[in-house]
């Protein structure tokens, strides 16, 4: 992921989100609230607020940085991999079904591994894609892994060619480490 | 205007050069070897107005229309082709450039036709039209899987369409008249259509369309009417959906009229 892809990824993308928030919100009674609670409050169960996709992409793309980082990629170890390898019937299994998601998400959005706390059918692990702004925070679970699928993610470097850039994004850019880390703050507060 | 049967193409954005490009109305024949063929869009005639193809009040029969195009034998296999622009990739430089169509056009829109052709093979779907199979595949909002690919086929042949070398500038005679009573200017018009297309978030179109007042029973008067039938309107729509989902009654007379610009990002990059 190119310098040149992160400067405006971040840079432009990322900062108008924050910069068009703050002027949305300002004089109004989201202003003052945590990002989390404005993105639930704006999500509006699914009548979106202005607000919405503004504050949603901001704390989707915090997410997005911490899924990644330099020297990624490889494999999850304890607990993580223990769950996964129970929910999914092996690591391989979940990255596949992750790629999928990833690669079938139509238009812009999002492919996130998240953690159901009320899981019906045991499994607390899910892998699911998102459209735009939307995420696993609106929907009732707990984030644990995001990549970005909105064409300005990986289009200066691999243009039209994102099952290349999941495949990247998987095997050199993934923070297993950051995924194990929310992992258990989602087990701890679901206890 | 009550008695107008016809639809528009828009016009681009381009600058003007002070250049006159007759536009050829083109019927677009997007199936291989196809018994009949639906144009998305029935221009009668045009005016050589810069940009612009404007319809006539002649009234064209559905039957004329299937005739536009190229007289074909009974298909072999009924595969979409990629339609190529009405002008060499480079023509719409600088404003866009030859890479970007031939990213856009060359893998994008082909994605699309490849994609959809192994989609729709040994399937009922096979031997329809294209606008037949987006309208089916629409399913009244709950899309079946062919509907993005059939769809983003439509669009971006009507997008290529939607420009010309030397394009933009302002429209005339009957579209300029319909612009000015419906919007109250061209400007008005302009405005609403660059604020629309600015604002459509994530991917999607923006389209100039005429919004017809139909029912699905011939004969009907519709029961609710609205402000914005028979007028044109600015509308946007996100990833592939389209005006003729929205209005998917429409007969194979009317046409609904669009001009559209792309804001799926691979567009602009």
Redesign the interface.
Known sequence: MSANTMSYHWGKHHRSYVDNLNKQILGTELQGKSLEDVIVQTYNNGDLHPAFNNAAQVWNHDFFWDSMKPGGGGKPSGELLKLIERDFGSFEKFAEEFRAAAATQFGSGWAWLAFNPRPSDGKELVVLKTPNAVNPLVLGYTALLTIDVWEHAYYLDYQNRRPDYISIFMEKLVSWDAVSAKLEVAKAQAA | MENYRGCFVGYAQASNLGRHYPCLLRCPSTMAAAATISPPCALLSYQGLRGALVSTRTFQSAKNQRQCGRAVAAPISAKFDLKPPPYPLDALEPHMSRDTIS?HWG??HR?YVENLNMQIVGTDLDGMSLEDIIILSYNKGDILPSF?NAAQIWNHDFFWESMVPNGGGKPSGDLLELIERDFGSFEKFSAKFRSAASTQ????WVWLAYKANRLNVGNAINPRPSDEDKKLVVVKS???VNPLVWDYLVSTIHRIAVCHCSL???RF?
């Not at chain 2, 978030?201 to 999607?204: A, D, H, K």
């Open positions: 990213y893998k994008h994605g993005n978030f994530g991917s999607g996100p990833n592939a799926h990002i691979h990059i």
